[in-house]
């Protein structure tokens, strides 16, 4: 399908990359120049287009992957190669129930909303209504508009919230153990619980309350390390730079309480 106006871009080669919505008079400028929107509008994804200066860049519907990369934060975010696991992981399926603690900027809702799709419900937290309104633009400006799926709360997932009957729990909040409570009365027997931190003396803390309560069992903390690699003729190697350390992800799954 043709790019249409309105329609979210990205502009790339294999290292840079622009999101840009298109908008007919607009233009993208670039360090080697400028890409008029017009020159876009009516090409198909995929194509190549040359900036003033002569540099050529590929022109695609972002990926979710990309749009979350480029989008505005209000706050850290958990980046595309943590959020894979996540739905791995967790398990999380299409018509699934979901409850989020800590929506940020919305990128782990993001993919939550789109894994769990319009017969699934999500059910997100944050004590900063400044954080669940930046999460609305970017959510609006990836989807259009706020899926009918999603309902968003201000409210601490600290505190009792009265949710139950949720597959999953994801958290991606500095004090996960406060929250067990909330998570042992929200989560159905078998379900699955997530937790994001980027420290792992957090993550001791975590786990270590999770053992004692006796709720959850196959508890298990990873981290994903995510190493490109250079290819081009001889020079077949790592990439000299990655990503170190985002953060660890510790998973756990309710138990029903019978021996
Ligand atoms: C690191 S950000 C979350 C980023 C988000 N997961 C993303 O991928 O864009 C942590 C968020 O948790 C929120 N938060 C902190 N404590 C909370 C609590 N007790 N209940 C709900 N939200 C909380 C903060 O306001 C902040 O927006």
């Known amino acids: 399908m043709p790019f249409k106006e309105g329609e979210l871009v990205i502009f790339a080669d294999r290292r840079v ?13 670039t360090y080697w120049g400028y890409i008029e929107h017009d020159e876009v509008l009516g090409l198909e994804p995929g194509s190549v287009v040359k900036t003033s200066e002569g540099k050529k860049l590929y022109v695609f519907y972002p990926t979710l992957s990309n749009y979350i990369i480029k989008m505005p934060r209000k706050s ?8 894979g696991i996540i739905m791995m992981w967790a398990d999380v399926r299409p018509g699934d129930r979901v409850l989020l603690g800590g929506v940020g900027s919305g990128a782990l809702l993001l993919a939550v909303l789109r894994q769990v799709g319009p017969a699934g419900k999500v059910v997100a937290y944050d004590v900063r209504q400044d ?91 990873v981290e994903v390390m995510l190493r490109s690699w250079h290819i081009e003729g001889r020079a077949v190697r790592p990439q000299h730079r990655m990503v170190g350390h985002t953060g660890f992800l510790t998973f756990a799954r309710k138990l029903s309480g019978q021996e």
């Open 17 to 29: 990359q622009f999101l840009q919505r298109l908008i007919p008079g607009e233009r993208l400028n």
């Open 76 to 83: 850290g975010i958990i980046y595309p190669k943590d959020l």
């Open 131 to 221: 954080m669940l309104e930046c999460a609305i633009e970017n959510i609006k400006a990836c989807f259009g508009d706020l899926p009918s799926h999603l309902e968003l709360r201000l409210g601490d997932i600290y505190e009792p919230t009265g949710e139950s009957g949720f597959d999953r729990v994801l958290l991606d909040v500095p004090e996960p153990w406060r929250a067990v409570k909330t998570v042992d009365n929200a989560l159905i027997p078998g379900g699955i619980l997530c937790s994001y931190l980027p420290s792992i003396i957090q993550v001791r803390t975590f786990a270590t309350v999770l053992q004692k309560s006796g709720i959850f069992g196959l508890i298990e903390t």
